[in-house]
Nanobody, 121 residues
């Protein structure tokens, strides 16, 4: 059983940066893929970026060039570095772990509880 706990959200101004963290515990292995999703009020959950087992990443067009996913295996932590934040980035951000690809689309995937990011103009 995998557990995920996100942190690092907050209220910022447009143009600011934030780094979200996802602490990973439990039964993960080298086949675990991970990602970040977000859900804005009144909207469906959407993928922000995903990482495969080799550490390669894919980002949504809306965040490409501004957001970066990284993973510290020694610390068992997934990060989302968010730069040049915009008001439209306001959402609850979720970390996800999966035994398949892409992460975030299987009922067997594990989700964290989310961390709220609010960006004001």
């Amino acid at each position: 059983q995998v557990q995920l706990v996100e942190s690092g959200g907050g209220a910022v101004q447009a143009g600011d940066s934030l780094r979200l963290s996802c602490a990973i515990s439990g039964n993960t292995d080298s086949r675990t893929t991970m990602g970040w999703f977000r859900q804005a009020p009144g909207k469906e959950r959407e993928a922000v970026g995903i990482m495969d087992v080799d550490g390669r990443t894919v980002y949504s067009d809306s965040v490409k060039g501004r957001f970066t996913i990284s993973k510290d295996n020694a610390q068992n932590t997934l990060y989302l570095q968010m730069n040049n934040l915009k008001p439209e980035d306001t959402a609850m951000y979720y970390c996800v772990a999966s035994g398949g690809w892409p992460p975030g689309y299987s009922p067997l995937d594990t989700w964290g509880q989310g961390t709220l990011v609010t960006v004001s103009s």
